[in-house]
T-cell receptor
C-alpha cells in the first residue's frame, strides 16, 4: 500500500541550529515528492518539490531536500533555523499519472527555542 | 504567488443543519480544486477532486450525499456539509490548481474550522 511516514511527530531545535525533518515513502514507482509548511491561520505553503533530475532540491525560505531513491526518502533540511520556522511540516507524494491521489504524511511539528 | 481564499474561516452550527464552505482562487483560473479534511494533530485526507463543470470525484469512504461539492466556475468551488453531526466537526481545507497535472502546483486555502454542536 502507498504510504508516507514522518518518523518524528515533534522536534524542538534552538534558533540558529540546523534542522532535518525525515520523510520516507512506500510507493510502486518513484512518485512526485513535496514538502509543505502549515502555519496557524494560514494555508499550506509549498516549500519545494521534486519531479526528476537533480536529487538535491532547493526551495523557499532557505530549505532544501534530498531525494534518495535507495532509501525511499526525501528529507528536508535547513542549515540555520529561525524562530519564524516554527510550524507543522508535511511531506507529500503524488503519482506521476495524476494529482488526485496525493498522500500527505502525518506531519512533524517544529518548535524553535529562542 | 497565487492566492486561494476560504469562507467562512470558522463556523459553528447545530446538529442537523447544513453548512456551505466556499473556496475561491483569487488571481488565477483553477480548473481543478481539491477538498481535504484535517483532524486535530493529524494529516490532511483528500476527500474529493472537482473539475470545473463536471461532477466531483470522491475518495473511497467519503459520502457524496453528505459532502456536496460544486465547482460552478473556474474560480469558485463549494463544499456543503448536509445534515451535519458532531462527528463532521473538523478542519476543511481546499486547494486549487490550474489543472490536475502533478506538475501544476496546488495552492491551498487557509481552511475552515467547522464545529457541530
Amino acid at each position: 500500500a502507498q504510504s508516507v511516514t514522518q518518523p518524528d511527530i515533534h522536534i524542538t531545535v534552538s534558533e540558529g541550529a540546523s534542522l532535518e525533518l525525515r520523510c520516507n515513502y512506500s510507493y510502486g514507482a518513484t512518485p512526485y515528492l513535496f514538502w509543505y509548511v502549515q502555519s496557524p491561520g494560514q494555508g499550506l505553503q509549498l516549500l519545494l518539490k521534486y519531479f526528476s533530475g537533480d536529487t538535491l532540491v532547493q526551495g523557499i525560505k532557505g530549505f532544501e531536500a534530498e531525494f534518495k531513491r535507495s532509501q525511499s526518502s526525501f528529507n528536508l533540511r535547513k542549515p540555520s533555523v529561525h524562530w519564524s520556522d516554527a510550524a507543522e511540516y508535511f511531506c507529500a507524494v503524488a503519482p506521476k499519472t495524476s494529482y488526485d491521489k496525493v498522500i500527505f504524511g502525518p506531519g512533524t511539528s517544529l518548535s524553535v527555542i529562542p | 504567488g497565487a492566492v486561494v481564499s476560504q469562507h467562512p474561516s470558522w463556523v459553528i452550527c447545530k446538529s442537523g443543519t447544513s453548512v456551505k464552505i466556499e473556496c475561491r482562487s483569487l488571481d488565477f483560473q483553477a480548473t481543478t480544486m481539491f477538498w481535504y479534511r484535517q483532524f486535530p494533530k493529524q494529516s490532511l485526507m483528500l476527500m474529493a477532486t472537482s473539475n470545473e463543470g463536471s461532477k466531483a470525484t470522491y475518495e473511497q469512504g467519503v459520502e457524496k450525499d453528505k459532502f456536496l461539492i460544486n465547482h460552478a466556475s473556474l474560480t469558485l468551488s463549494t463544499l456543503t456539509v448536509t445534515s451535519a453531526h458532531p462527528e463532521d466537526s473538523s478542519f476543511y481545507i481546499c486547494s486549487a490548481s490550474i489543472s490536475a497535472e502533478p506538475t501544476d502546483t496546488q495552492y491551498f486555502g487557509p481552511g475552515t474550522r467547522l464545529t457541530v454542536l
